[in-house]
């Protein structure tokens, strides 16, 4: 089989980082900003950045609908940081306008860690990810206040839940793109593989 095409969300946030990782991760990576780009990959990355921000260029560049309907169709995406509020069904504390795409049900607080200056590294146990703990990256990163029935808890740092998956649909609180670990990356496109094979993962 062909290696899977992955796109990474290319409104805002780190994007270089995370084609790098796809492409070690055995990807075709590329960036997505328009909707006949979505329409052609197997799969999305949506990076760490600013989340309104990100929020309202999807809006802007008519991407919104597109991946709430390609997510709801079951396409893997894997939402880092950023990402991850993207993926929340819910914002605890959302900016006026903000708006996500869903996918997950979870609960989420936008900068839960603190402030730019309160950024920190953790080793981060993940559900499915053998080896070594995860050394997660965390910059003014997000927190899962709650999880529903449908969403199952892959990592905890500090008593808070930082790594979640549901179905076709993963979200991390850290940036793995950042480390030189591409196991997290790796894990998405077996995900994206295995949805491509008709298989779950």
């Known amino acids: 089989m062909t290696a899977p095409v992955i796109g990474v969300l290319a409104l805002q946030g780190d994007v270089r980082e ?4 796809l492409a070690a991760a055995d990807a075709v990576a590329g960036p997505v900003r328009r909707p006949e780009e979505l ?6 990355v949506i990076p760490g950045g600013e989340s309104t921000t990100i929020s309202k260029l999807a809006v802007l560049f008519g991407l919104m609908e597109p991946l709430r309907a390609r997510v709801r169709a079951g396409m ?10 993207m993926l929340a069904d819910k914002i605890l504390d959302p900016r006026s306008g903000q708006e996500t795409v869903g996918g997950i049900d979870m609960i989420v607080r936008r900068n839960a860690f603190g402030r730019q200056n309160e950024s920190f590294e953790a080793a981060v146990e993940v559900k499915g990810v053998p080896g070594e703990p995860v050394e997660g990256v965390f910059i003014r990163a997000p927190w899962v206040e709650s999880v529903g029935a449908s969403a199952e808890v892959l990592a905890e740092h500090g008593g808070h839940i930082v790594a979640v998956r549901q179905g076709n649909a993963l979200a991390t609180s850290f940036h793995p793109e950042l480390t030189g670990d591409h196991r997290m990356h790796r894990l998405f496109t077996d995900m994206v593989r295995a949805d491509r094979r008709g298989e779950s993962l």
Do not use: N, S
């Open 18 to 21: 995370h084609l790098v990782a």
């Open 39 to 44: 329409a052609e990959v197997d799969g999305l």
């Open 76 to 85: 893997p995406v894997y939402g880092t940081c950023a990402g991850m509020i």
